[in-house]
């Protein structure tokens, strides 16, 4: 199943040296499989920043180099021939880089700022909910995850 990521409504108050609104650059992105576990799980929503500049280690929303209407989340790895080498945490799936090889510049949209775990799934109980309240909220970058270059 694809990742997708939806924007909130443009606001206009702070505005960046271009002249466009800096929370209009805001939005979410929901996971929806698990190509990026552990780091991500599906129905966790990320905070992302539209147009933002990207490390090698970030997150990032990219369009799907064979269907431009599809929007994945994965890791950037780092700059090769050609643009983004990208790949999920999870080795054991495959849509990224592996398979499709380097993504231009131009199909990177956003990299994400914060994930927001979901709360589905836990169990009623004082430790899950507890459990759940302290990981619900991280910051994404590059040390969200112990990062191996390949």
Do not use: C
């Not at 592996?98 to 990177?108: C, I, N, Q, S, T």
């Not at 914060?114 to 507890?130: A, E, M, Y």
């Amino acid at each position: 199943m694809p990742e997708r990521a939806r924007e909130r409504p443009q606001e206009r108050e702070q505005q960046d040296a271009h002249g466009r609104g800096l929370l209009s650059r805001i939005g979410l992105a929901e996971v929806y499989n698990p190509s990026m576990m552990p780091t991500l799980r599906p129905g966790d929503q990320l905070v992302v920043h539209y147009g933002a500049a990207v490390r090698p280690g970030d997150i990032v929303v990219l369009r799907h180099p064979f269907q431009h209407d599809l929007l994945i989340v994965k890791r950037a790895v780092g700059r090769r021939t050609g643009g983004w080498w990208v790949q999920g945490d999870n080795p054991a799936v495959f849509n990224d880089s592996r398979e499709f090889g380097a993504v231009p510049d131009e199909l990177l949209v956003a990299r994400a700022w914060l994930r927001l775990r979901s709360p589905r799934g836990i169990q009623l109980s004082v430790t899950s909910v507890l459990g759940w309240a302290l990981s619900a909220v991280r910051p994404l970058g590059p040390f969200s995850r112990r990062f191996r270059a390949r």
